[in-house]
């Protein structure tokens, strides 16, 4: 399994990257130059680069084999950080390990779902296209295991890479129930016990709200937390 590690000489004002808590948010500051929350969104690409600099960022976090937190080979990690982040020296990364990660079958029916109602050409969408159902497969909404900032940039996401799925949500569902909706559609099944969704006893699990924290934001601010109680202790002489 493929393991990911941060090398940087410097330590980030915040805090040394090799603190769990803030690695995520390193990770993006070297992959884009800014910070998750001042990063400028407003072009295609750019929104791109944002949306795979998060998704690594979640997956450092998460700790563990990269190549299976982002459901990504080691050929296709290194592809993507030469084509989207060319500035970052090579030295950044290092990838250590040997062999690939193995896709389970629901992984690849997500996968192969987004594949199949693709809107746009060229590496970037197959690479989110594996991402994003690697991330699905986490246990928080699926924005929050992308690594993004609010449910409106994965949905933004989707309408852009994967426009004949994305357009078929017309009733704003989850996106996860979203997906295994499309994939009984397509097998001929019918997911729902209740014709109408406004009678179905699952309502809130299919349309309720999804908002929430940026898990970068999170655990920006639990290592800030963590900081001003060390200063504290320190002040008081309590260990």
């Known amino acids: 399994m493929i393991e990911a590690q941060v090398m940087i000489a410097t330590t980030s004002p915040a805090g040394p990257i090799a603190d769990g808590t803030h690695a ?3 990770v993006y500051r070297v992959l884009t130059g800014s910070d ?16 795979l600099a998060s998704v690594l960022a979640a997956a450092v976090m998460d700790g563990g084999p990269i190549a299976e937190r982002v459901g990504l080979p080691e050929r296709d990690l290194d592809a993507l950080l ?4 060319p500035s970052v020296p090579a030295r ?3 990838w250590t390990g040997g062999g690939d990660a193995s896709v389970d079958d629901e992984t690849a029916m997500v996968r192969d779902l987004l594949l199949a109602r693709r809107s746009t050409d060229g590496e970037v969408g197959r690479w989110l296209a594996a991402m994003v ?11 929050e295991d992308l690594g993004l900032r609010e449910r409106p940039e994965l949905s933004r996401l989707l309408t852009r890479h994967f426009a004949p799925l994305a357009t078929r949500n017309t009733g704003n569902m989850r996106w996860k129930r979203f997906f295994y909706r499309m994939l009984c559609e397509d097998d001929g099944f019918v997911m729902c016990t209740t014709p109408v969704c406004t009678q179905c006893n699952d309502f809130d699990l299919c349309f309720g709200e999804e908002n ?5 934001a999170e655990r920006r601010r639990d290592y800030l937390r963590g900081d001003s109680d060390r200063v ?8």
């Open 92 to 94: 950044a990364f290092a």
């Open 133 to 143: 159902a690697r991330r699905a497969m986490e246990p928080n909404h699926l924005w």
């Open 24 to 26: 995520g948010r390193e």
């Open 36 to 51: 998750p929350a001042e990063a400028d969104i407003g072009d295609d690409d750019d929104f791109d680069r944002h949306v």
């Open 82 to 85: 030469a084509q989207c982040f």
């Open 212 to 216: 929430g924290e940026s898990r970068m």
């Open 232 to 239: 504290d202790a320190a002040r008081t002489g309590v260990r």
